[in-house]
């Protein structure tokens, strides 16, 4: 007998009718028919054509900062350095127990939005390693639920920041700080080469941070030009290095939102030589059409980085959340669907094909990233997976769908109601989904 059955389930590969079929923690089959040809199983669980989807997956998040909005204070400008200046001055104010309870917090919402795989950066810039000390253990917690992936992530910059600043004893480089951070179990090399002083220490930290995760083995994932200055292209020393260094497959570039403002003859060489270097890249739409052009007038840019040319050039490119209510970002619930919605919107990502791609940006792509292992809906992959009270892809992110019940391990470990709204309107249905809309043909 099996333990979980998922019947009349559609897929986003476009398969309709399919069942599930899982035994303990795995998927054992997915094929139209097998309820009807006799399986049993503890649970049965009828999608009734609706659409069954592997988990969500954010590839770029900060979790030690989540859920911190208001303090010390709330970022007036809206910019970049002003919440990088914010997050200065509420690190030294950090108490170990309540990033853990934010983080904790903020991992409830993910499950509830069926986000069970977030990659979040942890900022290294600091002598104590409390938020990197503090994300292991809120790993170590939610692993049986949620697979969290930890980027040592240098926020003031490994040349630019002086630990002897916060702590005149320390005797550790930021370099070293982030040695310590990954000795101590952070699983991915991050960096953030545009903060750095100056173009060539920015294209130093890139070499020095490359190096160190080809000789560790890690994965690499830095914030790369978030600015709209055309000039910064550390990008293509990223690209330069995971080549150089045989890290193909193996790097990420977030944010690259300079590229919104190259001119389009240096980004027709960049791209291919992204692709070529097997690097990925991870917009944030709703924090990069937030934060880019705060210093334009009017045309003021969208900032956010050219996904449709990456896509096409082969170029793996997810959605990232980035910020929830942070000294960053002031809104924001865990929400993949939300991310892909705006996302579709700033890349202007409207056809069947690109609104397909959208969604794959918040699920197969960004676990392509991570590095995901038995990820996904077919036979012998983890039985994790979210049902939503929508038909396919486009009507998911059209309606940012309910999740109606998120499965791991073959264990449903979060439902929600069908939403529903009752009209009292003589003439009128009673009831109200916005779901399967099907226009009629037009009768003369």
Request: charged share 25%; aromatic share 4%; net charge negative.
């Amino acid at each position: 007998m099996l333990d979980l059955l998922v019947t009349d389930a559609n897929l986003p590969d476009g398969r309709t009718g399919v069942d599930i079929a899982v035994a303990g923690d795995r998927i054992r089959e997915v094929r139209a028919g097998i309820a009807a040809g006799g399986a049993t199983s503890a649970i049965t669980i009828d999608a009734a054509g609706q659409l069954v989807t592997p988990p969500f997956v954010d590839a770029h998040f900060h979790m030690d900062a989540t859920l911190s909005y208001g303090l010390p204070r709330i970022n007036e400008s809206g910019t970049l350095l002003e919440g990088i200046a914010l997050w200065g001055e509420l690190k030294p104010m950090l108490v170990q127990e309540s990033i853990i309870g934010r983080a904790l917090t903020y991992c409830d919402w993910a499950v509830a939005n069926g986000l069970l795989a977030i990659r979040t950066h942890v900022d290294t810039c600091d002598p104590r390693l409390l938020a990197v000390e503090a994300l292991l253990e809120v790993k170590r917690r939610v692993a049986p639920y949620l697979d969290l992936q930890l980027v040592a992530f240098p926020q003031d910059g490994i040349l630019r920041y002086d630990p002897r600043a916060d702590d005149p004893d320390c005797r550790d480089s930021a370099l070293e700080l982030l040695r310590k951070a990954l000795d101590l179990g952070v699983d991915v090399v991050g960096g953030i080469p545009h903060f750095e002083p100056t173009t060539a220490s920015g294209t130093e930290s890139v070499r020095l941070l490359c190096e160190e995760a080809a000789r560790r083995g890690l994965r690499v994932d830095m914030h790369c030009d978030e600015t709209d200055d055309p000039m910064s292209r550390h990008i293509e020393t990223l690209a330069f290095e995971a080549r150089r260094l045989g890290l193909q497959g193996r790097v990420n570039g977030s944010h690259l939102t300079s590229m919104h403002s190259m001119d389009n003859y240096y980004v027709s060489k960049l791209i291919p030589l992204i692709a070529q270097a097997g690097v990925s890249a991870v917009a944030n739409p709703l924090i990069n059409i937030t934060i880019q052009g705060r210093h334009d007038t009017y045309p003021r840019r969208r900032g956010m980085t050219r996904v449709p040319e990456l896509l096409a050039a082969g170029v793996p490119v997810a959605f990232g959340h980035d910020c929830v209510m942070d000294p960053w970002y002031g809104l924001g619930s865990g929400d993949m669907l939300e991310v892909a919605h705006m996302g579709l919107h700033v890349a202007q990502m409207t056809s069947q094909a690109a609104m397909k791609q959208c969604f794959d940006a918040v699920t197969t792509t960004p676990a392509q990233i991570l590095g995901l292992e038995h990820y996904g809906l077919e036979a012998g992959c983890r039985a994790d997976f979210v049902l939503l009270q929508a038909a396919d892809p486009v009507e998911a992110i059209r309606l940012r769908a309910a999740r109606l019940a998120v499965v791991r391990a073959g264990r449903v470990i979060a439902q929600s109601a069908p939403r529903v709204s009752r009209l009292r309107l003589d003439g009128r249905p009673a009831e109200v989904r916005l779901t399967r809309h099907r226009p009629q043909p037009e009768r003369p």
